[in-house]
T-cell receptor
Framework: DGGITQSPKYLFRKEGQNVTLSCEQNLNHDAMYWYRQDPGQGLRLIYYSQIVNDFQKGDIAEGYSVSREKKESFPLTVTSAQKNPTAFYLC???????????????FGSGTRLTVV | AQSVAQPEDQVNVAEGNPLTVKCTYSVSGNPYLFWYVQYPNRGLQFLLKYITGDNLVKGSYGFEAEFNKSQTSFHLKKPSALVSDSALYFCAVRDPRGSTLGRLYFGRGTQLTVWP
């Protein structure tokens, strides 16, 4: 089955450490997205990528970094510069526009990051 | 600018009663509109979408939504609520002519609680 996989499901990090969240898709989607979800704040876009080796900052990119070396993979690194990293992180993918704007996103099941 | 508003943080309804979750949007062109549902500690699941055509759209699990261009609304409805419908619901919009390369804009979410 095609889908999008996030790992791990739960992640604990000590303050001052960087941590990388994995996101892999086998849907052949060009675009991938990272969102952060906090209670009562909905979804906030961190980074997105429309094509391999290219990505753009979203609304809350500070303290985060990404790479897009392969079409299938879009890992997110939460750096020590992120002041409040404890949150639920969601990865999504979609075909790009250009005749396919009627597609929505397919979401992964999320990673819950806790700073201890 | 594109945006989505979900004016109610919470909606409570008794099982068997009809439910409505409200959504209004703002885009410069004709919108593509989506509803997603999220269960605790899970990713978002697609419910339904409006692209063009009939203003009443039917989706998964008996949900439907009505597109109203004059009121810029896309309210989610279900004739008879189930306890299992209790979840967090997100409305999203995309302007297919926009320069943001297919990005979806999400509302803050509405927590639906169905009482037995």
């Amino acid at each position: 089955d095609g889908g999008i996989t996030q790992s791990p499901k739960y992640l604990f990090r000590k303050e001052g450490q960087n941590v990388t969240l994995s996101c892999e898709q086998n849907l052949n989607h060009d675009a991938m997205y990272w969102y952060r979800q906090d209670p009562g704040q909905g979804l906030r876009l961190i980074y997105y990528s429309q094509i391999v080796n290219d990505f753009q900052k979203g609304d809350i990119a500070e303290g985060y970094s990404v790479s897009r070396e392969k079409k299938e993979s879009f890992p997110l690194t939460v750096t020590s510069a992120q002041k409040n990293p404890t949150a639920f992180y969601l990865c999504a993918s979609s075909p790009t526009t250009g005749g396919r704007a009627n597609y929505g996103y397919t979401f992964g099941s999320g990673t819950r990051l806790t700073v201890v | 600018a594109q945006s989505v508003a979900q004016p109610e943080d919470q909606v409570n309804v008794a099982e068997g009663n009809p439910l409505t979750v409200k959504c209004t949007y703002s885009v410069s062109g004709n919108p593509y509109l989506f509803w997603y549902v999220q269960y605790p500690n899970r990713g978002l699941q697609f419910l339904l979408k409006y692209i063009t055509g009939d203003n009443l759209v039917k989706g998964s699990y008996g949900f439907e939504a009505e597109f109203n261009k004059s009121q810029t609304s896309f309210h989610l409805k279900k004739p008879s609520a189930l306890v299992s419908d209790s979840a967090l619901y997100f409305c999203a919009v995309r302007d297919p002519r926009g320069s943001t390369l297919g990005r979806l804009y999400f509302g803050r979410g509405t927590q639906l609680t169905v009482w037995p």
